[in-house]
C-alpha cells in the first residue's frame, strides 16, 4: 500500500512537444506529492509538488494534474526542451514522514 | 548554505572490506535519509532518522548494512563486510522535517565493490 506506480518508464519526445508522466497511489494517507527531477550524476531535485486539496498546480512549462478520486497524478512539461532530458520521479508522503519514490521515467527530447 | 555534502563522490574497494559513508545534512534541518539507487530497484529508502533518533530502518538490506547520526550535523552508513550486490548509487537526503516539505539530496556517493 505504500508503493507509488509511475509509467512509462521511458519516454521520447520531439522538441516542442508534449511530455507526459502518469503515477498512481493506493495509500490514502499521502497528502503531499512532489514531482523530482535527476540529471546524470546528480541527486534527485524537487521540480513540483501537489497538495490533494487542489486538482492542478503550474510552474512554467511543468503542470501537475491530480486527480484525487481516482488516486492519480501526472505531470505535463509543455513545449519540452532537450535540457529537459533527465529521470522524473513521481513520489508520495503523508505528513512528517518519508518520501516514497516511483520508479522513475527517463525523459529523452530530441531535436 | 552548500546543501547536503556527503564523501566520498566515488569509491572503489574490494569485496569484504568495510565501507563507510558519510553525510553532513543542511544545518537546522530535523531529519536525514538514506537511499540506494540502481537500475534494477531504482530508489530505495534505507533507513530515515528524525532529530537524530532512527525512525525506520526496515529498507536496510541486511545486518551487514548500519547507519548512525551522532549528531544533527554528521551521519554514517556503513556496509561490513561489503559485497558486489552492494555496488550503487547511495544518496544521503535531508528535509527541514515540519509538515510537507521536500527533501534536499546530495550529489551521491557510487560505490563500486569489486
Known amino acids: 500500500q505504500q508503493q507509488v506506480k509511475q509509467s512509462p518508464q521511458s519516454l521520447i519526445v520531439q522538441k516542442g512537444g508534449i511530455s507526459i508522466i502518469n503515477c498512481a497511489y493506493e495509500n490514502t494517507a499521502f497528502d503531499y506529492f512532489p514531482w523530482y527531477q535527476q540529471f546524470p550524476g546528480k541527486g534527485p531535485a524537487l521540480l513540483i509538488a501537489i497538495r490533494p486539496d487542489v486538482s492542478e498546480k503550474k510552474e512554467g512549462r511543468f503542470t501537475i494534474s491530480f486527480n484525487k478520486s481516482a488516486k492519480q497524478f501526472s505531470l505535463h512539461i509543455m513545449d519540452s526542451q532537450p535540457g529537459d532530458s533527465a529521470t522524473y520521479f513521481c513520489?508520495?508522503?503523508?505528513?512528517?514522514?518519508?518520501?516514497?519514490f516511483g520508479p522513475g521515467t527517463s525523459l529523452s527530447v530530441i531535436p | 548554505d552548500a546543501g547536503v555534502i556527503q564523501s566520498p563522490r566515488h569509491e572503489v574497494t574490494e569485496m569484504g572490506q568495510e565501507v563507510t559513508l558519510r553525510c553532513k545534512p543542511i544545518?537546522?534541518?530535523?531529519?536525514l535519509f538514506w537511499y540506494r539507487q540502481t537500475m534494477m530497484r531504482g530508489l530505495e529508502l534505507l533507513i530515515y532518522f528524525n532529530n537524530n533518533v532512527p525512525i525506520d530502518d526496515s529498507g536496510m538490506p541486511e545486518d551487514r548494512f548500519s547507519a548512525k547520526m551522532p549528531n544533527a550535523s554528521f551521519s554514517t552508513l556503513k556496509i561490513q563486510p561489503s559485497e558486489p550486490r552492494d555496488s550503487a548509487v547511495y544518496f544521503c537526503a535531508s528535509s527541514p522535517g515540519t509538515e510537507n516539505t521536500e527533501a534536499f539530496f546530495g550529489q551521491g556517493t557510487r560505490l563500486t565493490v569489486v
Open positions: 513520489a508520495a508522503k503523508t505528513s512528517y514522514d518519508k518520501v516514497i
Open positions: 544545518s537546522g534541518h530535523n531529519s
